[in-house]
């Protein structure tokens, strides 16, 4: 289950299959069912991934979709090589925000919040 890391931004500590699909079904159920115009940015830890199949892709660009209708940011952090190659064959790196740790992640968000 997603964490509430401060008002407006959500963490996940996310871990190989099958609980990998099912963190990624919660945090987009729980953005869609937050009830406001807005939702909270969302920090995906990939610290523990160390692989990532076509359904958790299509998972990830349904939440990003869903964020960006709802004027709020996703941030993967931790990506392993071996992850982030897959992103890069299917051409979907340029699509996803990154940051090498979850601090670096957290404090982008709230430099961007800051400047709005």
Known sequence: MPTEWSDNIVVSELADEPALSEELLAIIDHVARSGQLTAP??????????Y????????????????TERDASLVLCSVSENVWSVFTVTRL??????????????????????GA
Do not use: C, G, W, Y
């Open 93 to 114: 790196d340029s699509m996803f925000r990154t940051a090498p740790d979850p601090l670096t992640a957290l404090a982008s968000l709230q430099i961007e919040d800051e």
């Open 52 to 67: 990532i199949n076509s359904s958790n892709l299509a998972q990830l660009l349904s939440l990003r979709k869903v964020l």
């Open 41 to 50: 940015h969302v920090v995906l830890n990939f610290a523990q991934v160390s």
